[in-house]
């Protein structure tokens, strides 16, 4: 959890686990970099080592200067893995006037009067307007100890909190092919999502489109291990 004030609340990366990011990281990348030529010199040659090429053109390359290439490109690269982890880890900044969410550069700002209640789903903090629509739904990457201090978070800035979850978790039902209650395009849409799930990281975005365009026609959708629900929100 980050810095609470009067006006606003942070949760995300606090200022010690930057500091672990932007200096752990580094640190290990540096270690490695020193290290690695005398790495490739004893996996050169080992069949069950991988990228003997690479290895082995290190490995014969004795002089100071690889050692310091290796050093500086083992730091960058330690900067770079930190910057990364910091993009991918979700930001929130709940205030009495709205919610912000920050992850990979894109912001998503809920204002405070089209909030009706607010609860956790899983990892996944949910915020529901009056109709039960879904104003947002963003995974946290908080610690279990951590993520028990998000309700109050909430709270404290006057949001309708529901302890018990979802109030309409039972209206879900799980998606099958060619489902007859479902619209054609809506079908349409969660056979797209289901395809998605394949793609890894290069499909989440395509999940987090095809749910905005599930909204737009008046359905609620939640993943659970790769499996679809869906309830109607018309």
């Known amino acids: 959890m980050g810095p609470t004030t009067a006006d606003r609340t942070v949760i ?26 005398r790495i490739a010199d004893w996996a050169a040659g080992r069949q069950w080592v991988p990228f003997q090429g690479p290895l ?16 500086v490109v083992g730091l960058v690269a ?12 979700l930001k929130v ?8 969410f920050l992850k990979n550069q894109k912001t998503v700002t809920v204002p405070r009067v089209k909030v009706a209640v607010a609860f956790l789903d899983g990892k996944e903090i949910v915020l529901q307007d009056a109709a039960s629509r879904e104003l ?19 709270r404290a800035h006057g949001y309708p909190w529901s302890d018990s979850g979802d109030p309409h978790e039972s209206e ?5 092919e060619a489902d007859p209650d479902l619209s054609p395009a809506a079908n349409a849409l969660l056979r797209a999502r289901s395809k998605a799930f394949d793609q890894g990281d290069k499909g989440k975005a395509d999940l ?16 659970k291990d790769k499996t679809q629900y869906w309830r109607s929100t018309a």
């Open 136 to 154: 947002a739904r963003e995974r946290h990457d908080q610690l279990k100890s951590e993520a028990r201090r998000i309700p109050a978070a909430f």
């Open 56 to 71: 082995k053109l290190i490995a014969a390359w004795d002089s100071w200067w690889v050692v310091v290439i290796c050093v």
């Open 12 to 37: 995300g990366h606090s200022a010690a686990d930057k500091t672990l990011l932007f200096g752990g990281l580094p640190l290990a990348g540096l270690v490695l970099g020193f290290f690695l030529p």
């Open 208 to 223: 987090r489109e095809l749910r905005t365009d599930l909204a737009n026609l008046g359905y609620s959708v939640k993943d």
């Open 172 to 176: 879900f039902r799980r998606w099958v």
């Open 78 to 89: 330690g900067v770079l893995l930190a910057g990364m982890a910091l993009d991918d880890t």
């Open 93 to 100: 900044t709940i205030t009495s006037q709205s919610v912000e």
